[in-house]
């Protein structure tokens, strides 16, 4: 069974440009998470995407937003690049809400390097 | 908000027992999970816990008491391997998950 494959793995941008991580799920997984990985803040809840619909965000500013498609793929997209955005991108996908018990899976993430 | 607090960083030898703690101010979540994160790796589910009391699964165990506010991870028989990140994390409705900062472990032979 294939796990949470996101691509690029690495990426490098300049300040100012924009970015699109691609994140596909577990196959029957509907729900896709996002999050912001840096050693200063841990892991940041960015926002869930369950069905085409964003279900919940977090607190980042616009320049961030996200999609999901109907096989249940997402993207994230990052908007006027920033240093501080430079990070480790990871998603996760689940089956059903947090009470399952499973927890996410998590894909092995894009480290973005902003310069 | 949700404030989530774990110690940095603790060290242990290997074939010993170690205990992980995180103290919160939230309420209102749906569940407590454990995660483990090798350096460079993505995080890996570990141990849930939704009602008071221990959780047992093999070397690792979870224990949450909602009332005091407080979550830890039992780690037995510790192996080498077994240096890695652990978080913590609360579950509130969809899917939508707070994580502590981390603790470090290091095992030492």
């Known amino acids: 069974k294939a796990g949470v494959t996101q691509t690029p793995r690495y990426l490098i941008k300049t300040r100012g440009q924009q970015v699109t991580l691609s994140c596909s799920p577990i196959s029957g997984h509907r729900s896709v998470s996002w999050y912001q990985q840096t050693p200063g803040q841990g892991l940041q809840f960015l926002f869930e995407y369950f069905s085409e619909t964003q279900r919940n965000k977090g607190n980042f500013p616009g320049r961030f937003s996200g999609r999901q498609f109907s096989n249940s793929r997402s993207e994230m997209n990052v908007s006027t690049l920033e240093l501080g955005d430079s990070a480790l991108y990871l998603c996760?996908?689940?089956?059903?809400?947090?009470?399952?018990?499973?927890?996410?899976?998590f894909g092995s993430g894009t480290r973005l390097t902003v310069v | 908000g949700q404030n989530i607090d774990q110690p940095t960083e603790m060290t242990a030898t290997e074939g010993a027992i170690v205990q992980i703690n995180c103290t919160y101010q939230t309420s209102g979540f749906n569940g407590l999970f454990w995660y483990q994160q090798h350096a460079g790796e993505a995080p890996t589910f570990l141990s849930y816990n939704v009602l008071d009391g221990l959780e047992e699964k093999g070397r690792f165990s979870s224990f949450l008491s909602r009332s005091k506010g407080y979550s830890y991870l039992l780690l037995k028989e510790l192996q080498m391997k077994d240096s890695a990140s652990y978080l913590c994390?609360?579950?509130?409705?969809?899917?939508?998950?707070?994580f502590g900062s981390g603790t470090k472990l290091n095992v030492k032979p």
């Open positions: 994390a609360f579950a509130y409705n969809f899917n939508k998950f707070y």
């Open positions: 996760a996908s689940s089956w059903e809400g947090a009470t399952g018990g499973n927890g996410y899976t």
